[in-house]
């Protein structure tokens, strides 16, 4: 059946439905962190982008083919229903899905932190709490290498392949609160 405010099937309020999708897709990158790591990923990325390129474009195209066969708008049943939001209501509607999302993140039990270009830490989650000893109010705002004392010479092959490549993966000693030298598998992008 298909949803929507231009089609035969049952009108969806799309900003509640894109909210739904968002957390689909959430949950389904959560499984496949659970399933591979990120070598493995890393790996598969070629694969993933080109079959997935030709799933969406093969998903268009059938799509796309029905609603003409239908006799159905297929501009008006595809075209981006908060066009018109005012950007009061865009700020807040971002804002709202921001959050969620962050709140998805705190909860992982892996540990994950956001640094800014001057490795300043700026998201800190409760698995990061659990495993190196801070609290998030603790981190904010510090400097990422004072707080966590990674070798210097691999934080610096790490930052200069990250700022060389866009991103990068592999393995970093890190400190815990307590002092304790942990060999933390890492990516930045």
């Known amino acids: 059946m298909i949803l929507g405010p231009h089609t035969a ?9 894109k909210v739904l999708a ?3 897709v959430v949950f389904l990158l959560f ?7 990120l070598p493995q990923l890393h790996a598969m990325r070629h694969q993933v982008f080109g079959l997935g390129t030709a799933q969406v474009a093969l998903s268009t195209a059938v799509v796309a083919t029905v609603l003409w066969l239908a006799g159905l708008d297929a501009a008006a049943a595809m075209r981006d229903e908060t066009a018109g939001m005012t950007s009061e209501t865009d700020t807040g509607h971002r804002r709202y899905r921001l959050a969620e999302l962050l709140a ?9 932190l956001s640094r800014d270009m ?3 830490i700026r998201f800190w989650n409760k698995g990061a709490e659990r495993l190196f000893g801070w609290r998030a109010e603790e981190t904010l705002g ?3 290498p004072d707080l966590l004392h990674p ?3 691999d934080y610096a092959a790490a930052r200069a392949a990250l700022f060389a490549q866009g991103w990068w993966i592999g393995d970093l000693q890190k400190s815990t609160r ?4 942990l060999t933390i598998e890492s990516a930045g992008c």
Not at 9 to 17: C, L, S, Y
């Open 9 to 17: 099937g049952p009108a969806v309020h799309v900003p509640e439905f």
């Open 22 to 24: 968002e957390f689909g």
């Open 31 to 37: 499984s496949i962190g659970l399933n591979y790591s």
């Open 104 to 112: 998805l993140l705190d909860q992982s039990r892996e540990a994950i």
């Open 118 to 120: 001057a490795d300043r």
């Open 142 to 144: 510090c400097y990422a």
């Open 151 to 153: 070798s210097p010479e």
């Open 178 to 181: 307590s002092g304790q030298r």
